[in-house]
Structure formats: C-alpha cells, structure tokens
C-alpha cells in the first residue's frame, strides 16, 4: 500500500561495506513540521493559562505594579526596607540585584491584589438575587444594581478568553436535604392521589429523619472537595455505564437554517462546513472564543468547549469512558459504505474550503466497493455497549482494524456524506419529518455514534449533525451550529455556480482509503444491525412548524415564552392522555463551575389546576387568565431555582449515588429514581453568538434539533423559538407503544397554543385591555 510505505521516515541496514541509511526528507519534513506545530499549540497553551491564571488583571499590570515599587524605592526612604529584607536572600546588593528585589516585591504585591480581586469576584458571583429580579430598572433593587455595577467593573479590565471566567465560578450549592425533601413533595402532588400521598410522604420522612443524615454528611464532603458535586457521577452512572444503545436513546441531532440553501453541490457545502468546524475549533485552541455571559454579565462554565473536537467514547464491559486528544490533522469522511481519511492540514495552515471540495469531491467521484462488513461497522457504536466492548477487544486490538479503529476514533470529527437529499417544503411537513429521522438515526449504521459528532450532508447540500452526548450538554453544540450558520451567512463563501471561492493554492493531500479485515466480524456487526435497525423502525418523529404567533405574542401575555410552551405541553399531555404525568425540562446549572443540567418539573400543582380550568366549561376566562399566570410564576420560579442549584433531582441523585456506596438501601430513593419520564423536554438555545442577529440575517433561523423518547411509552420534545412568529417543536414516541402517537401529539400542541391564544384574546375583549 502505497501510504504504507511512504509512513516510513528511514531505514538503514548493515552490509560487509558498512552502514546503508536511507530517509524520506518529505516524512521528515512532516514530522519536523509536526513537531514545530505542537510546541507552538503549547506555548500559545501556557500563555494562555498564564492570562488565565492572573483574570481579571491584564499582564500589563504588573509592570505598572513594578514601576510603582521602582518610584516607592528611591522616593520614600521607609520603603527601602521592604526591598533590603529580599536583598538578604540574594547574591548580592548591586543596582541589577535592587532591581530584582524590586521586582519580585512589586510580583509578591501583584499577585496578592489579583487574588484579592479573583475572590472578591468569586464571592459576587455567588449572589442570586438578580435572576428573581425583573430586568425592568424600576423593580431591581439597589443592592443588585450595586452588585451589577461591581461585577461589570471587576470584569471588564481585560478582554476575557474562552476560561478565563473558570477559577472565578463558585462551587455548585449543596442544598438541604428538608428543602429538597419540601420541593420533591409539592411537585409530585399532583401525580397522587391522597393515598398515595400520604404512603410518599411517609417515605420521605423516614428518609428524612434517617439515613439522609449520613448520605448528606458524606455528600457534603465531596463537594467541598470536588470543584462540583454532581458533573463527574453524572456523566459516569447516567451516560458511561449505561449499557443501552446509543442510538435513540442517547444521541441527539441538529438541523440546518432551512429558509437557505447556499448550494445545492454536496461537495461545495461540506467543506464549507467542515471549513467552519476547523475555524471554530481554532477559536476553542487559543482560547479566542468569547465565553458567553448571561445579560452581558454573569459568565457560564466553559469547561465542555474543550472536548467538542478531537473526541470519543470508547465502549467498556462495565463503563465507556471518553477520550479527548489534544490535537488532531485529521478527518474521517463516510460515504457509500467506505471510510476515508482525510488530512485537513498542509503546508502548516488549513486547507482553504475550495481545497477541501477536491478532497470531497474526489471521494463522491470514488466508485470503489466497499470491503466485507466495512458499511455497517458503525452499527457497533450504535447498538448495545457490553457487546461492542467485547467486539472491540476481540477483533480491533491490532492490525488493519486497530488502525483504521484509530483512524476514526482520533479524527477531530466524522463527516458523513448521504446519498439521499434533506428536503424541506412548507408544504409538505413529511419532508421535515424525513429530514429529523435521517439526522436521527441514519440508516442505523452510517454514523459513528461514539464521535463527539458526525456532520451529515445530504446529497442535495443541506447539512445537519448527530451528537454524542456523554461529553457535553446540547447548548454547547447549538453554539457550534449557530457559529457555523451565521458564519456562512455572513462571509457568503460560495460563486454563483454553488461552487466554494477561490482557486487551490496546493494540491491538497488526496484521501487514503482505510483498510479492513472484517470477515470474523461480520456476525458481530450484523447482530448489533439488527439492535439498531429495530430501533430505526420503531422511533416515529413528527416536526411541528407552529407559526400562528411565537415569541411576540408571549411577550405581551407578560409571562416567560418557556413557561407559555411549557404550560401549552401540559395542557397537550393530559389531552392527549387523559392524566398528569412526570415531566422532564432541561435547565443548566453553568453558573457554576463544570455545572451541566439539572431537571425542572413543568408539572406543578398551578399547572394542573390550570388545565382543569381549561377543561371546565364553568370556569370564566378571568380565573383562567389569573390560573395561567399563577402557573407560569411557578414554573419560572422552578426553573431559576434549577439554575441557582436549588433543583430536586440531581440531589437526590447523588445521595443515592452515595447510598450504593455504602451499600445501604433506601425505600424512598429507590421509589423516586425508578419514576418514568414520560414526558421529557427540553428548549433548544438560540442567541449564543454576538453575531447572532435575525434582523440582517432574517432566513438563518434553523429548525432546531432532537432526541429520542425517554420512557418506552412516552414522548421527547425538544423546541425552539426561532423567531417572533415561529416556533419549532421536535416529537418523538415509540411506534411499539399503544399509548402514543407523534402526530396526534403535534395535532394537540396546536390545539394547546391557539387555545391559549384565543383566551387571551377573549380576556383583553372582555377587559378591553390594549394590545403591547
């Protein structure tokens, strides 16, 4: 094989005439440019730090500091004895050694005042108050003005980099447990009768009052020792040793500004994109990614940016884990059954995306077959962990699989290139719907589902991804993705003939074809087929496109759009299944170090006694309008405490982490954790770049993305309010389940929204109250 050879840098031999040595210069060459490259990415990484490490002081600072020492020293005679004590340590008492008495004084002083500052910082972040405040002036009060004011001036000194917020986020709150205990009772209130109410809270007071206090004890050791209590067990019990297919039950999928369609050539739209992922990836290496702050403020964790390239889940018999690699020159692109390498760097710069299309398009030009087992390999990482574990081991240890396997594992990402167009037409939603599943789930063995992410593009050139989701939260990849469309829609990088601009500057490096032998596999990979291929089958997904009104009518209802949506599900569910159910929302807690999500509970004693109103024809609007306003309250007040560490489930989560330890069963937390969600939720984020702006960019509005069903005989929907009149919504159920059904559901959501509308309409007829 012809890379093969051309991987061997030198080689020498011994004859009866002496030493033979013989090199590549083109390998060495290479390898003395890789070498250069990663000591460049080092020290761009410790300067980095360096900034970092002395936030919010700029570096300028301390020769400023050194300069006042300096004028101290030889001004003021009584200074002179603080540089005389360092001068006793030091080989001498020259002018060159004051200078350095003085300097390490003006370091000792710096260092001591940043610190200063980063604490001071540290603690204001801590304060709350501002998120149950409402951002009209005249109702914030004067000590979160004050407190604004602080933070605005502590933080703005110096141009943040992407961590420079890290060593200033506050820990993540340990709660106590009789307010958890408090909250828990009161959500599932409404999901009881008044037997089953009093058996729960029964439980939870002996839980309570016994071995709560040993768990708490031992919980509250590990958050003062760990930088967060919950992120590590989370990412470990709930996504690493789980042992159910990734596919639909895990993954989650992005899909693309549907009102665009920059080109229609595969080729031209891939490297683009893939273009944009490497520039993104760049911002994320030196840290010139600007870390998002809530209000222009208060800073969110950053800390899973680092592992949104170069990254994967490498399976376990008992626990995946995942594995991060500093860098990587490479990407794996899949198309027609066949893996390629393609190298995405030379000549010590990225290829330019019209280079990048040759590279692609060479491999759309490809008409090779497909080696035995090699298109469906990927149903490996689709299907049951154990299993691929054991395959892995058995038949990827070494040889041509073990390379390819590391081919594909150490890529900074896997793009796959369809043979089927995404298609959207308002007129017709199926093809919205077709769009989703096939980001979903593929055929159920074209994407590696173990990647951090696999970019789809679809042969008529729009473009979606697949997400891994043990490494990081969806609001990290909805960044990535807004960054990319917008990014797109502002540089305009394509010719009139759909083609990328620019001419190829080099002849890019050609992609090398990965080998297999997968003929002892291929009974393996069949098996895990049919795991993923049942469960292709089964996931019925329905995309609603509401665009009756959006986000500006629920503005001037004067309640929070979530709560608007969220009280619009209720009323959908309990339609649709005649009772209240357990309900999921996704919140983030990244207002805290390494901080991930914790769960709000839409379903409330307001909700619920919300839509019976709806239900009751004896009920007047007006009790209605005044029930819906109560509701929405409480949901956002549940939804603020999720963000303030204040939530229910990841404590009770954790003390039941800690109750396996010490091997110590407990009625109470086996009952709450073997709870089903049946209806889980979650909002798409949208507005996390500054360049995000619909008004000069009105078309890249993307339809959002989803998830699979959480309970077998539930539903998924994830949405996103995507414009002032338009909001998507992301269905899924099981097919298998009697209970559900995806298009009935989207049909009750409508039903819920212009309901709501129509009250609302009926309320300010009734009281005559102007539109805003």
């Known amino acids: 094989m012809a890379e093969a050879h051309s991987a061997v840098a030198f ?10 040595v013989n090199f590549d210069r083109e390998v060495l060459h290479l390898v003395w440019a890789s070498g250069i490259r990663s000591w460049k990415k080092r020290l761009a990484r410790f300067k980095n730090n360096v900034r970092n490490g002395v936030f919010p002081a700029p570096l300028q600072s301390l020769w400023a500091m050194m300069g006042i020492v300096l004028a101290l020293r030889y001004a003021n005679n009584t200074f002179i004895k603080y540089t005389d004590i360092i001068l006793q340590y030091l080989p001498g008492t020259s002018y060159v050694w004051q200078i350095v008495s003085c300097f390490i004084l003006s370091l000792t002083f710096w260092l001591i005042l940043i610190y200063i500052v980063r604490y001071t910082f540290k603690i204001m972040l801590m304060y709350k108050g501002w998120m149950y405040e409402s951002r009209g002036g005249h109702k914030v009060s004067l000590q979160t003005k004050l407190w604004g004011l602080g933070v605005k001036l502590l933080s ?23 307010q958890t205990m408090k909250r828990y009772l009161k959500s599932v209130r409404p999901l009881m009768n008044d037997s089953e109410f009093e058996s729960m809270v029964k439980l939870a007071n002996e839980f309570e009052d016994g071995i709560a206090v040993k768990l708490q ?63 993104y990836r760049r911002l994320i290496e030196r840290q010139e990614l600007e870390p998002i702050r809530v209000q222009g403020l208060v800073p969110l964790c950053s800390w899973q940016y680092e592992r949104i390239f170069n990254t994967t889940r490498v399976p376990g018999a008992v626990s995946d884990k995942i594995v991060h690699y500093n860098d990587s020159r490479h990407i794996v692109v899949y198309h027609a059954g066949r893996y390629f390498k393609v190298i995405i760097y030379s000549q010590n710069r990225i290829l330019h995306p019209c280079e990048i299309e040759e590279q692609i398009q060479s491999i759309l030009d490809n008409t090779e077959k497909p080696y035995a087992g090699e298109e469906k390999v990927a149903a490996l990482t689709a299907a ?56 979903m789930t593929g055929k159920g063995y074209d994407r590696w589902f173990d990647k951090s992410f696999t970019l789809c593009i679809g042969s008529n ?6 997400a891994e989701h043990s490494w990081a939260d969806a609001a990290v990849m909805s960044h990535l993705w807004e960054f990319i469309i917008f990014d797109e829609a502002k540089k305009s990088g394509y010719q009139e003939n759909g083609h990328t601009i620019g001419a190829p500057e080099l002849e890019p490096p050609k992609p090398i074809r990965l080998q297999w032998n997968l003929e002892p596999v291929l009974e393996a990979i069949e098996k895990s087929y049919q795991v993923s291929l049942a469960l292709v089958k089964d996931i019925d997904l329905r995309i609603l496109a509401f665009s009756d009104y959006g986000k500006g009518f629920m503005k001037t209802a004067k309640v929070s759009p979530d709560a608007f949506i969220q009280m619009a599900l209720q009323l959908a569910y ?16 990244r207002l805290y170090r390494e901080g991930r999500t914790e769960t709000v509970r839409p379903c409330t004693l307001e909700s619920s006694t919300w839509v019976k109103s709806m239900l009751d024809p004896n009920v007047d609007t007006n009790k209605r309008i005044t029930l819906l306003r109560e509701a929405c309250a409480t949901h956002q007040r549940g939804y603020q405490d999720a963000m303030c560490g204040k939530g229910i489930d990841r404590h009770l989560f954790c003390l039941y982490v800690v109750s396996k330890y010490l091997e110590v069963e407990s009625p109470f937390l086996n009952k709450v954790l073997s709870e089903p969600w049946r209806l889980s939720t979650s909002q798409t984020p949208h507005g996390q770049t500054t360049q995000f702006d619909l008004r000069k960019f009105p078309n890249c509005i993307s339809a959002g993305g989803g998830f699979g069903p959480v309970a077998n005989d539930g539903y998924g929907v994830s949405y996103i309010i995507a414009g002032e009149n338009l909001v998507f919504f992301h269905i899924s159920s099981k097919k298998s389940s009697p209970h559900t059904d995806s298009s009935r559901f989207a049909v009750r959501i409508t039903e819920a929204l212009n309901d709501m509308k129509s009250l609302y309409d009926d309320w300010k007829s009734s009281t005559k109250q102007p539109s805003s």
Not at 389 to 418: C, M, P
Request: charged share 20%; net charge neutral; aromatic share 16%.
């Open 11 to 20: 080689s020498f031999s011994i004859t009866h005439e002496g030493w033979d």
């Open 156 to 178: 703005s000194k110096s141009k943040p980099l992407l961590y420079s917020y890290q060593g200033s986020l506050p820990k993540l709150p340990l709660p106590p447990v009789n």
């Open 217 to 279: 004890r031992y919980l509250w050791l590990k958050s003062w020792w760990s930088s967060n209590y919950v992120s590590d067990w989370w990412e470990e019990y709930v996504y690493l040793r789980s042992r159910t297919p990734l596919i639909v039950n895990s993954n989650f999928y992005g899909t693309d500004a549907i009102m665009l369609h920059s080109t229609s050539i595969q080729a031209a739209r891939a490297a683009m994109i893939i273009w944009q992922c490497l520039q």
């Open 384 to 439: 049951d962990r154990t299993h691929w574990a054991n395959t892995r081991t058995q038949y990827f240890f070494k040889g041509i699989n073990r390379q390819s396997l590391d081919a594909i594992e150490k890529a900074a990402f896997v793009v796959t290139l369809d043979e089927v167009p995404y298609e959207y037409d308002p007129e017709d939603s199926k093809k919205l719907d077709e769009f989703g599943r096939i980001l």
């Open 461 to 466: 050139g729009r473009v979606g991804f697949n």
């Open 574 to 589: 309990y339609r649709d299944a005649g009772k209240f159910s357990l309900t999921y929302e996704a919140s983030m807690t």
